[in-house]
């Protein structure tokens, strides 16, 4: 069936360290994939979002490009911030459909 | 901007209790969401609503029932709320063509005595 499978965290970096949280989907056809962003006591915020193949979603220095051949979507950012630390959740949906599937989430942790 | 807001950032009720999640948003979205959050789970989608008084059932319907009257609100109901009904519950709602981003709401964190 359709998954999404990310990273299990958490992930600890000092601050300016580079950020690959990988997420790859299991899906047939062509979904939009999606990052959202949790901080601590909120809810989801959508990070950045990619609707086809080679897309590339970018925003707040984060990044992650639509890999149709490996299935994957990962999230990047070449230096990372304390104000960074929340929780990552990689999604997908279907371009006809209203029905996101997520991840499991990430728990990135920036230290000082 | 999109807002959505949901009634209750923390409520603590007992096992068999009747508990109401209100989720309201001002886009005029037609589309409506509930999900639970649980810690290794992500995010699993309750019900969703794509219009006035419709309703669909999504991946964990059992024990949840909602209510949408009006299309700015949607509710999510625990007609006997038990213990493994502790989680977070979000909000989201998007508008009405598919494919199209789910705004959040912040969150109600429930727990059921």
């Known amino acids: 069936g359709n998954s999404v499978t990310q990273m299990e965290g958490p992930v600890t970096l000092s601050e300016e360290a580079f950020l690959t949280i990988n997420c790859t989907y299991t899906a047939t056809g062509y979904p939009s994939l999606f990052w959202y962003v949790q901080y601590p006591g909120e809810g989801l915020q959508l990070l950045l979002k990619?609707?086809?193949?080679?897309d590339k979603g970018s925003n707040k220095g984060f990044e992650a490009t639509y890999r149709k051949e490996t299935t994957s979507f990962h999230l990047e950012k070449g230096s990372v911030q304390v104000s960074d630390s929340a929780v990552y959740f990689c999604a997908f949906l279907y371009n006809a459909g209203n029905m996101l599937t997520f991840g499991g989430g990430t728990r990135l942790m920036v230290k000082p | 901007d999109v807002k959505v807001t949901q009634s209750s950032r923390y409520l603590v009720k007992r096992t068999g209790e009747k508990v109401f999640l209100e989720c309201v948003q001002d886009m005029d979205h037609e589309n409506m969401f509930w999900y639970r959050q649980d810690p290794g789970l992500g995010l699993r989608l309750i019900y969703f609503s794509y219009d006035v008084k419709m309703k669909e059932k999504g991946d964990i319907p059992e024990g949840y029932s909602v209510s949408r009257e009006k299309k700015e609100r949607f509710s999510l109901i625990l007609e006997s709320a038990s213990t493994n009904q502790t989680s977070m519950y979000l909000c989201?709602?998007?508008?009405?063509?598919?494919?199209?981003?789910?705004?959040f709401g912040p969150g109600t964190r429930l727990l059921v005595l």
């Open positions: 990619a609707t086809k193949a080679d």
């Open positions: 989201a709602s998007a508008y009405g063509q598919g494919g199209e981003t789910q705004y």
